[in-house]
């Protein structure tokens, strides 16, 4: 044990830790594709190293090779100064090498206690020692700081919570390098925050991190140092006191970040959809309208009633009060149908849950909104079927073989395409992006903010909601902040700073509020 | 599906219509091996007399495959079959003309399968769970009706249509070719056929993007009521008489036809030409059997055990087709 002494080592600056794992020439080829070119790689004891690159450049692989999910193509791997196959996952945990999943690997119908223990449970006499397990679980939970409890049923707490549960379970099995892989997809601000604190509990206690994530402000939050990724190639390792935002950025992608928020402006047109005091569950009087050509941004964190209210907007749920105006008249929204018929399109959150029909063909997909308009009379026209689905693909430079691959076979940038795409020929005059980003490469968010200068130029109006500031914030012409169901403030495009947007959607303090329309 | 050439389009197409041709190919070769096998096969009063065994299944399985596109189920078609069989021939016997009693037949199936569609859309029912209840329940409706006897139906122009034929093929088959038509136009050419593909692939995004999907659920049961209230009446013809418990375990063929066929129990995979074959299939096993003098009782381990070989070798074509 080589990187015991080094493992006291507190504080926010570079650990200076001996090396604990070692890649050298590290590389893996797929029939057909060359996933990782040879990477030479040291991860120091107690650091907290970021990885960051667009899908597809070789993060995936690189994690599946170091626990051992896959076997490599050829390179070593020095682990505490001894070379080490590690081609199972098995020998991977030996090791003391685990990591916690973007999705939750866990059982949703066992108890919290049952989970942290699965695989390990302790049992006398052959029977399950299952209050036991359940104080220690608690023990290990408080221990955390995290204020969950242990006997309830996994699928009872949220997905952040479960998340949090999954990196608890990973701390207590020995370990010693902890891979978290986009850890906070699907938490909540204060979910995040729980998690860094734990993040940085372990670096202290001498457990190396690899954090790998597509939200620049966490990497630089809480990495020591952050190593690129590019089309399979390591194209450079950064103190993170040493590099910036644009930079990474820049070794990404090899393209400016002013290149990816494209930002067009265009005159306003006439109110496209107005609410006035409008509530209902989880979100109270709120009072917005959205031009022609303009985006309408709303922050908040998650839970703040931003999804609500437009899910209320787009007739998922009924308003308890106030009105909807569309293009001046007042309409009543009782179902998605309406929402529809009016002109509206809605990109929800969750693309897999929600947004496409996963084995079914590109095309139908594209073209589920639009069947009434290319069926003459009773039949689909096969003709226009086939020219509106090429268009699409043509247009969103969708990567798919032809329009009858399966939905699922595509990449997750490309399925968000389609999810967006399918309402272009649908020609609606309001677009509603509910995290349209999330989960997706920068080059693929360059392509869907491209994508709404063109709805913006033909006319159209956009809701983009965001918990990611930065792509609001560079993008919205009208910017709401929402908390706990209210709409708290409203800024021009870039007219307040970063801190005042995130303390007016965080905190109860001094309230700020610009000019309310 | 759509004929043009493009080339990707048209592997996968191949592929479908490969499994198609390798249920045909199975089915003709049975036919072949049993036409030299036995004498008696290949004779025309065997022939009619399976396609007629044949038709009421295969009406059955592509309704059934409406059901389970939208990744469904419904249990209740062999129990609408007898109860049907009760309806006609009680309107019948009454002195309805014959068709007025057909049409308010159909209509019966029809107002189950929309009893079936509030069940799962507004009572928030599994379909295993209504088409179950149905199932027990219209047995036991049929058997308060009839109090447990047959009814002779004394009508001889309705019976003699399910003996007659056209061009050498019998009425009966005749049916099957009347709904398939409609079936297949209706499944791939118009966009409720989409639609049904898109709520059992994933009904969240089907609603998101502006399918109605109540309509469409309503719309699949409706009309698997509908096709099994026909299959009713053409029961009803065959046999003369009236009986609740007629059509035992039809559901259960009706559902293995589709399967076979190549229908996903998981939803949004299925076809109207599959099911069709699927029946005959079916129908060509307990027919051999019996010309062979196989014991009934092999008929139904047979039949497992293909279903198992067929649905296993579906599995890994789709699987290696990706």
């Known amino acids: 044990m080589t990187s015991t002494a080094q493992q006291t080592h507190p504080g926010p600056d570079l650990a200076p830790g001996g090396t604990i794992l070692e890649l050298r020439g590290l590389e893996k080829k797929y029939p057909g594709t060359h996933a990782l070119k040879p990477v030479d790689l040291a991860f120091r004891a107690g650091e907290i190293h970021a990885i960051v690159g667009e899908n597809g450049a070789g993060k995936s692989t690189l994690i599946k090779l170091l626990t051992g999910v896959m076997p490599r193509t050829s390179g070593e791997v020095i682990w505490e100064g001894k070379p080490t196959a590690l081609a199972t996952p098995h020998e991977a945990m030996a090791l003391g090498i685990n990591a916690v999943h973007q999705e939750v690997v866990l059982c949703r119908h066992l108890t919290v206690a049952a989970n942290m223990f699965l695989g390990e449970e302790s049992s006398r006499f052959g029977l399950l020692q299952q209050r036991a397990m359940i104080r220690e679980a608690q023990k290990i939970i408080d221990g955390l700081g995290f204020d969950l409890p242990a006997h309830v049923v996994l699928g009872d707490l949220t997905i952040g919570q479960q998340q949090l549960i999954a990196a608890a379970r990973a701390t207590v099995r020995g370990t010693k390098f902890l891979i978290f892989d986009e850890p906070t997809a699907y938490l909540t601000r204060k979910e995040a925050d729980q998690l860094f604190k734990l993040i940085r509990r372990l670096k202290g206690e001498g457990v190396t991190i690899i954090y790998i994530s597509h939200r620049m402000e966490e990497v630089f939050e809480l990495a020591d140092r952050v190593s690129v990724l590019r089309d399979g190639t390591l194209v450079g390792t950064r103190d993170i006191a040493e590099t910036s935002e644009p930079e990474l950025v820049k070794l990404m992608i090899n393209r400016s970040i002013e290149q990816i928020y494209h930002k067009e402006h265009f005159t306003p047109g006439a109110a496209i959809v107005e609410t006035r005091a409008l509530t209902g569950k989880g979100f109270e009087n709120v009072s917005l309208s959205v031009r022609a050509g303009e985006i309408v941004g709303l922050y908040g964190l998650i839970g703040a009633g931003r999804s609500e209210f437009v899910t209320a907007l787009y007739g998922r749920h009924r308003k308890s009060a106030g009105q909807i105006f569309w293009q001046g008249k007042e309409v009543e929204v009782n179902s998605e149908h309406d929402a529809i018929r009016l002109g509206m399109a809605l990109a929800p959150e969750s693309r897999r849950d929600q947004g496409l029909c996963l084995n079914l063909p590109v095309g139908l997909n594209l073209n589920l909104p639009i069947y009434k308009r290319i069926s003459s009379n009773l039949l689909i026209s096969g003709a226009r079927e086939k020219t509106e689905a090429d268009r699409q693909i043509a247009d969103l430079r969708i990567k798919t073989p032809t329009r009858n691959a399966l939905a699922s076979s595509l990449s997750g940038g490309n399925q968000q395409k389609i999810v967006i795409g399918k309402w272009l020929a649908h020609g609606a005059k309001l677009f509603i992006f509910d995290e349209p980003t999330v989960g997706v490469d920068v080059g693929t968010k360059a392509e869907i903010y491209r994508l709404f200068s063109t709805l913006l130029s033909n006319g159209a109006g956009i809701i983009l909601i965001s918990s990611y500031l930065p792509e609001v914030y560079e993008l919205a012409d009208t910017l709401h902040v929402f908390r706990r169901g209210k709409l708290v403030a409203t800024h021009g495009f870039r007219t307040a700073s970063h801190e005042d947007i995130l303390s007016q959607a965080l905190a109860e303090k001094q309230e700020k509020t610009g000019g309310q329309t | ?322």
Not at chain 2, 40 to 62: D, E, K, M, P, Y
Not at chain 2, 141 to 162: C, E, H, K
Request: with cysteine; charged share 10%; hydrophobic share 50%.
């Open chain 2, 1 to 322: 599906m759509s004929t043009e050439a493009i080339p990707a389009e048209k592997r996968k197409r191949n592929y479908n219509a490969l499994f198609g041709l390798t249920l045909l190919g199975l089915l003709l070769l049975m036919w072949i091996v049993l036409a030299v096998a036995t004498p008696s096969f290949a004779s025309a009063l065997n022939i009619t007399n399976l396609l007629r065994q044949g038709s009421l299944i295969a009406i059955l399985a592509v309704g059934q495959t409406f059901v389970i596109i939208t990744g469904g189920i419904d249990l209740s078609v062999g129990a609408i079959v007898g109860f049907t069989t009760v309806i006609v021939a009680l309107l019948i016997n009454a002195g309805w003309p014959i068709w007025a009693a057909v049409l308010i037949t159909l209509l019966v199936g029809v107002a189950i399968g929309l009893f079936h569609g509030f069940g799962i859309v507004r009572m928030g029912l599994p379909p295993f769970i209504i088409t179950l209840a149905t199932m027990t329940s219209l047995r036991g409706i049929g058997l308060l009706m009839t109090n447990g006897n047959s009814i002779s139906i004394n009508s001889d122009p309705f019976q003699a249509f399910s003996r007659g034929s056209l061009l050498g093929i019998p009425y009966l088959f005749w049916m099957v070719i009347l709904v398939a038509i409609p079936s297949y136009v209706f499944l791939h050419h118009t966009r409720w056929g989409r639609y049904l593909f898109s709520v059992g692939s994933n009904a969240e995004a089907a609603r998101l993007s502006g399918v109605n999907v109540p309509r469409t659920i309503y719309m699949a049961y409706v009309l698997s009521g509908l096709c099994a209230a026909f299959v009713g009446v053409l029961l009803a013809s065959r046999i003369g008489i009236g009986n609740p418990t007629q059509g035992d375990t039809y559901e259960l063929q009706a559902i293995a036809s589709s399967v076979i066929g190549g229908t996903s129990l998981f939803g949004a995979i299925g076809s109207v030409h599959g099911p069709l074959i699927g029946s005959f299939i079916l129908s060509t096993i307990n027919n051999g059997a019996n010309l062979l003098n196989v014991n009934t009782f092999w008929q139904r381990v047979i039949t497992g055990a293909l279903i198992i070989v067929i649905v296993y070798f579906d599995g890994l074509r789709r699987r290696g087709g990706k």
